[in-house]
Every structure is written in C-alpha cells, then in structure tokens.
C-alpha cells in the first residue's frame, strides 16, 4: 500500500503550515503526522539544500506519494521544481500539487504541465536579462555613471571618517546624517580609499 507524504513549508518563524495541512486533508487526502514534514526556510532555497526536505528524499521509496498545496513549496523556481520531480520521478514517487488541481506531476500531463511552467519561467528570465543590459548599454552611451550614487559629499565622508576614528558608532552617525548604517560604512570605505589607511580604531 502507498505511503502518503505531504511537504509543508513557510518562510519565516511567525507563519504556520497549519492551512497546508488542512488544505490537504479538505482534498481528501489522510497524512500520517509522522508523515508531514513541515519545514522554516526561505523559498529561495533550492530543494536539494533544504535540512528536512533533503531527510524526507531519504525517506520516501518507491510507490510513495508526496503532496504540496503550491508548486512553490517544493522549489525555489519552476526550473528547481522540475528537477526535483524528475528526481522523484526517478525513484518512483507519485508527486501531487492542490494548485494544480492535485495532477501528478509524475505523470504525462504533470510532465507536461512542468515543462511549460518552466519554459514560460526561462522566458521571462531571458528578456529580463536582455532588457536589463540594453538598459545599461543605453546609460552608458548616454554618459550616466552606473552603479548606487552616493547620498553623502566629500566634506561628509572627511567627516565621518574622523568620527568614526574617534569612537562615534554606526548607529549615532546614521541618525545624525539621516542614512542607514550601511551608507554609514560605504561612506567610511570610500573616505578610507580618498583619504588612505585609518590612523585609529573605530567602535561599531
């Protein structure tokens, strides 16, 4: 008899994958508890990099069944989904998404399915890129610096390079210029570079 699997996850400590579950189980679908493995990690995270998916890759065998309420619950993008079902696939597990009306992902219309998911995803990632370096070809044959300006002057890196060197923390200087902290540091990076080596030790 198959064994049924869900893979629930969410990005951050203050979610829950209490709704994947009940999602589900309202499709009709009984999971074992020790059987859904739920999981706080970025989707940004490719699959196979995933702590307690990776664990669940070693559990699952043949004639499995493994299920997820969204394609984005199991990969990081279309092209991380499709090589994570092919892997499954390869092992025999039966791959089920509730967003795509439960289809198998493993099976012929699945496959096909994936396949135009993650065409349309390169597509879209292609013109991004072509549209992204005709921009920069365009700025720069227009004379446009390239890059972050900087929001602070001369006089002010001079400044807080001295302060800095004094002991003033990230913290005080950004409040005081009303930048981040991180333009705080940039500024002390670029005063270092014009003005050379630090002659003190700055307290972050």
């Not at 996850?9 to 999971?31: C, K, M, P, W, Y």
């Not at 219309?109 to 921009?135: C, H, N, P, W, Y």
Request: aromatic share 2%; with cysteine.
């Amino acid at each position: 008899m198959s064994r049924v699997f869900a893979y629930l996850r969410v990005s951050t400590a203050d979610q829950t994958t209490d709704n994947q579950l009940r999602e589900i189980e309202g499709a009709g679908f009984s999971v074992a508890p020790q059987r859904a493995v739920s999981e706080t990690i970025s989707g940004s995270v490719a699959a196979a990099e995933r702590p307690s998916f990776s664990k669940l890759l070693d559990r699952l065998e043949e004639g499995d069944v493994l299920l997820v309420t969204k394609l984005d619950r199991l990969g990081r993008n279309a092209m991380d989904v499709r090589s994570t079902v092919e892997r499954l696939d390869r092992s025999g597990v039966r791959v089920h998404c509730l967003a795509l009306g439960g289809v198998d992902l493993t099976s012929a219309a699945g496959k096909m399915t994936t396949s135009v998911i993650a065409a349309v995803a390169e597509f879209e990632r292609d013109l991004l890129v072509e549209r992204t370096q005709a921009g920069l070809a365009r700025a720069k044959a227009e004379g446009r610096a390239l890059g972050r300006p900087s929001v602070l002057g001369g006089a002010e890196l001079a400044e807080i390079k001295k302060q800095r060197e004094s002991g003033a923390s990230l913290g005080v200087l950004a409040k005081a210029y009303g930048v981040t902290r991180s333009a705080i540091q940039r500024a002390e990076k670029r005063a270092v570079v014009i003005g050379g080596p630090k002659s003190g030790t700055a307290i972050a």
